[in-house]
């Protein structure tokens, strides 16, 4: 995700495209739902939901107040997808070293 702007105008759409999955796999497995977003060469959690709790008519305000934020590592995502406003920026010129 891009901000919490983003995750909040994302959680009604996505809510609605993802019941029908949980509902098919719900005795099998539950889906889960992380909203992370990448800033430099951090990687922060916004929340994460299980099953039936990322549904209930509320879940949005269970979102963290603050963010988790912790150090990343630069991996082949950032190497393939430079351009993107999440990537880390590679410090060596060999695209296959990570």
């Known amino acids: 995700m891009k901000d919490r702007e983003q995750i909040r105008e994302a959680f ?3 809510q609605k495209l993802l019941r029908p999955l ?5 005795a099998k497995a539950n ?6 977003t990448f800033e430099g ?12 709790e990322f ?9 963290y107040e603050e ?5 990343r590592e630069s991996s082949v995502f950032d190497d393939a997808y430079p351009n993107d406003p999440w990537a ?3 410090t060596h010129d ?3 070293i990570v």
């Open 67 to 71: 963010p988790g934020c912790r150090p």
């Open 22 to 26: 949980q509902d098919v796999c719900a």
């Open 88 to 90: 880390m920026k590679s």
């Open 41 to 52: 060469d951090q990687r922060c959690s916004h929340g994460m939901f299980k099953g039936e």
């Open 12 to 14: 009604p759409v996505l």
């Open 31 to 36: 889906i889960t739902v992380a909203f992370i």
């Open 55 to 63: 549904f209930e008519e509320n879940a949005i305000s269970d979102l």
């Open 94 to 96: 060999d695209p296959w």
